[in-house]
């Protein structure tokens, strides 16, 4: 009873916030039109709250008093926009009671898994630290310098932040990355019910349906409770892709282009946002970006008009981005770190060594998990890194099989036939490709390309269900069908796939985030800091804390937390690897 119970608090948590974003959403895209798109709606409110909460912690600690404005602006909108906005949700809800009740199901099990316990590495390493950070003082000068970790400046740590207030105190880690899967499935789903149902011929639904397989994944295997950003990242970039494909295939559910402004704004500002969640996922996003602009002015639009929705998308990005990148450079010196590129002189920048070791030891991470980069020898680390890749059902077999199985069926068919002209939204392959080999080059650990492999493999799927016309060429329907049973089961149901089951079962509903045990170390200045007596995990341990002492760490200018931290460290690669931080100059 205590599990159904949490998992309906979580329920109604999600709907509140849901109804929010889709407030805030309706009072930014009612300038552009007033049939807009419910879900576009709260995207773009998701984009609208990141931006108001990266300004605030420039000045003010994440705090109730931010989450009431955002509710107060949310609520507004609802008022405002209510007259339009009912009649769609109405008709929304009696469309298919079906399928409703379908989408109540999968959300409701995605509640019942993030109810479960956190055991989430990387939120005991930096994430719950740097929500902690965020709650207690605005952004803090040169925190890079406590823990290097705490440089890595994801929007996903603020969102945490303002969830963690009220009934929810200490507790926002369970909410966000299942408050975004449900979203995305408020489009997948009605994608995947239309193209099993034959009852659509949209090549953007075939996309859709496609990535109903990563979703489902995300949803039943992966992480879910903990201040994840992969996942979160990927997430946004599908979603993006996915409006993205249905503008490039001028499918898009507004045919009048004075309205389909509305649908760029959305996904500008989604390719914007999934930047300041993960820097990773910066080129793809960026080259999409391009592509969505590009794709307004080359489809005949009014060039005034064309003209305001790039000066509404270019205002926007800069929103999100300008506040995120000032953020990076009061916590580290730099705009775009762990890169050691475009550094400020300001007295709190991250030393260099300190920046090129974090730099260095993402990257090696992606080719040999635990093995410092200074052990890596050239391509040796080739053999192991292929292995672990071709054994990844949902991150590489399923999508490969996709794309090689889409790229034979277009073959065989441009041999059988003449060929047209190739769909514009192959241009989607531009951002997919050139993320793939930036990823490859930067760090290539599977999970940091799921965004790029999986919009490749869904628009190259799309393309050949559309050149097979299968969605209404009889018995030829049920191979794609088939295929995305046979695949969706291979990625869900492999060994030991129950275990998240029942570590829900098993753990305390919506339990706090561990307190690691803790003791106090003066620096050379007299400043405490605290250090994890065991491991590397700060969890929720009072700040500040960090697993990497810092002999030469000190204040900037008095006793008080909020003026930062400065540092003369250098890294000894062996003792930073065993926990034991830093050497002084």
Same mark, same amino acid.
């Given at each position: 009873m205590p599990l159904l119970l949490?998992?309906?608090?979580?329920?109604?948590?999600?709907?509140?916030?849901?109804?929010?974003?889709?407030?805030?959403?309706? =009072? %930014? @895209?009612?300038?552009?039109a007033r049939n807009f798109l419910l879900t576009d709606a709260i995207w773009v409110g998701l984009g609208v709250a990141v931006a108001v909460l990266q300004v605030w912690s420039l000045l003010l600690p994440i705090n109730l008093s931010v989450v009431a404005l955002l509710f107060g602006l949310?609520?507004?909108? @609802?008022?405002?926009?209510?007259?339009? =906005?009912?009649?769609?949700?109405?008709?929304?809800?009696k469309q298919s009671k079906v399928r409703s009740l379908i989408y109540v199901a999968i959300v409701f099990f995605i509640a019942l898994r993030c109810v479960g316990s956190c055991d989430y590495y990387d939120t005991g390493l930096y994430g719950m630290p740097a929500v902690r950070w965020a709650q207690a003082y605005p952004v803090v000068p040169g925190l890079v310098n406590l823990h290097g970790r705490l440089g890595f400046n994801s929007s996903v740590f603020l969102s945490v932040a303002a969830l963690s207030q009220g009934i929810w105190k200490n507790l926002g880690f369970h909410l966000f990355a299942g408050l975004l899967l449900s =979203?995305?499935? @408020?489009?997948?789903?009605?994608?995947?019910?239309?193209?099993?149902?034959r009852r659509s011929e949209s090549s953007a639904d075939r996309f859709n349906f496609i990535l109903a397989i990563p979703l489902a994944f995300f949803s039943v295997r992966s992480p879910i409770v903990g201040t994840l950003t992969d996942e979160p990242a990927t997430i946004l970039c599908l979603v993006g892709a996915g409006i993205l494909f249905a503008l490039l295939r001028s499918e898009a559910p507004h045919a009048e282009s004075q309205v389909k402004t509305d649908r760029v704004i959305t996904v500008t500002v989604l390719f914007a946002l999934a930047v300041t969640v993960k820097l990773s996922v910066a080129v793809f996003a960026g080259i999409a970006w391009l592509v969505a602009v590009a794709s307004f002015f080359r489809a005949g639009d009014n060039p005034s008009k064309a003209r305001a929705a790039l000066a509404w998308a270019s205002f926007l990005t800069t929103c999100? @981005?300008?506040?995120?990148?000032?953020?990076?450079v009061i916590l580290t010196g730099y705009p775009f770190y762990p890169a050691p590129v475009f550094a400020f002189p300001v007295d709190w920048k991250s030393p260099l060594a300190m920046t090129q070791y974090v730099a260095g030891a993402v990257h090696a991470w992606g080719k040999i998990p635990?093995?410092?980069?200074?052990?890596?020898?050239?391509?040796?680390w080739l053999t192991g890194w292929i292995h672990r890749l071709i054994r990844n059902r949902s991150g590489f077999q399923a999508p490969a099989f996709i794309s090689i199985f889409a790229l034979a069926i277009v073959?065989?068919?441009?041999?059988?036939?003449?060929p047209t002209g190739l769909p514009q939204y192959l241009w989607l392959l531009l951002p997919s490709c050139v993320g793939i080999a930036f990823w490859f080059v930067a760090s290539p650990d599977l999970r940091f390309a799921q965004f790029a492999i999986w919009t490749a493999a869904?628009?190259?799927?799309?393309?050949?269900?559309?050149?097979?016309?299968?969605?209404?060429?009889?018995?030829?329907?049920?191979?794609?069908?088939? %295929?995305?049973?046979?695949?969706?089961?291979?990625?869900?149901?492999?060994?030991?796939?129950?275990?998240?089951?029942?570590?829900?079962?098993?753990?305390?509903p919506l339990s706090p985030a561990p307190v690691a045990n803790v003791v106090a170390r003066p620096t050379r200045s007299g400043l405490l800091v605290n250090v994890p007596v065991s491991g590397n995990q700060c969890w929720d341990a009072p700040i500040p804390c960090t697993p990497y002492f810092d002999d030469t760490l000190r204040l900037r200018r008095d006793s008080s937390l909020r003026s930062g931290f400065q540092s003369n460290c250098v890294i000894n690669f062996y003792d930073q690897m065993n926990g034991d931080a830093v050497t002084s100059r």
């Amino acid at each position: 009873m205590p599990l159904l119970l949490s998992s309906l608090h979580i329920l109604i948590t999600w709907l509140a916030l849901a109804l929010t974003l889709l407030g805030l959403g309706s =009072l %930014l @895209l009612s300038f552009f039109a007033r049939n807009f798109l419910l879900t576009d709606a709260i995207w773009v409110g998701l984009g609208v709250a990141v931006a108001v909460l990266q300004v605030w912690s420039l000045l003010l600690p994440i705090n109730l008093s931010v989450v009431a404005l955002l509710f107060g602006l949310g609520i507004l909108g @609802l008022i405002a926009n209510g007259p339009y =906005l009912a009649p769609q949700l109405s008709g929304e809800l009696k469309q298919s009671k079906v399928r409703s009740l379908i989408y109540v199901a999968i959300v409701f099990f995605i509640a019942l898994r993030c109810v479960g316990s956190c055991d989430y590495y990387d939120t005991g390493l930096y994430g719950m630290p740097a929500v902690r950070w965020a709650q207690a003082y605005p952004v803090v000068p040169g925190l890079v310098n406590l823990h290097g970790r705490l440089g890595f400046n994801s929007s996903v740590f603020l969102s945490v932040a303002a969830l963690s207030q009220g009934i929810w105190k200490n507790l926002g880690f369970h909410l966000f990355a299942g408050l975004l899967l449900s =979203l995305m499935w @408020l489009t997948v789903l009605p994608a995947t019910s239309h193209i099993l149902g034959r009852r659509s011929e949209s090549s953007a639904d075939r996309f859709n349906f496609i990535l109903a397989i990563p979703l489902a994944f995300f949803s039943v295997r992966s992480p879910i409770v903990g201040t994840l950003t992969d996942e979160p990242a990927t997430i946004l970039c599908l979603v993006g892709a996915g409006i993205l494909f249905a503008l490039l295939r001028s499918e898009a559910p507004h045919a009048e282009s004075q309205v389909k402004t509305d649908r760029v704004i959305t996904v500008t500002v989604l390719f914007a946002l999934a930047v300041t969640v993960k820097l990773s996922v910066a080129v793809f996003a960026g080259i999409a970006w391009l592509v969505a602009v590009a794709s307004f002015f080359r489809a005949g639009d009014n060039p005034s008009k064309a003209r305001a929705a790039l000066a509404w998308a270019s205002f926007l990005t800069t929103c999100i @981005l300008v506040p995120w990148c000032v953020r990076g450079v009061i916590l580290t010196g730099y705009p775009f770190y762990p890169a050691p590129v475009f550094a400020f002189p300001v007295d709190w920048k991250s030393p260099l060594a300190m920046t090129q070791y974090v730099a260095g030891a993402v990257h090696a991470w992606g080719k040999i998990p635990d093995v410092p980069a200074s052990q890596i020898v050239g391509y040796s680390w080739l053999t192991g890194w292929i292995h672990r890749l071709i054994r990844n059902r949902s991150g590489f077999q399923a999508p490969a099989f996709i794309s090689i199985f889409a790229l034979a069926i277009v073959a065989l068919r441009r041999i059988q036939s003449r060929p047209t002209g190739l769909p514009q939204y192959l241009w989607l392959l531009l951002p997919s490709c050139v993320g793939i080999a930036f990823w490859f080059v930067a760090s290539p650990d599977l999970r940091f390309a799921q965004f790029a492999i999986w919009t490749a493999a869904a628009t190259l799927g799309a393309w050949a269900i559309e050149i097979a016309g299968s969605a209404s060429s009889g018995n030829r329907w049920y191979w794609p069908a088939a %295929l995305w049973v046979g695949l969706l089961a291979w990625c869900l149901f492999s060994f030991g796939w129950w275990a998240n089951l029942t570590r829900v079962l098993d753990s305390p509903p919506l339990s706090p985030a561990p307190v690691a045990n803790v003791v106090a170390r003066p620096t050379r200045s007299g400043l405490l800091v605290n250090v994890p007596v065991s491991g590397n995990q700060c969890w929720d341990a009072p700040i500040p804390c960090t697993p990497y002492f810092d002999d030469t760490l000190r204040l900037r200018r008095d006793s008080s937390l909020r003026s930062g931290f400065q540092s003369n460290c250098v890294i000894n690669f062996y003792d930073q690897m065993n926990g034991d931080a830093v050497t002084s100059r």
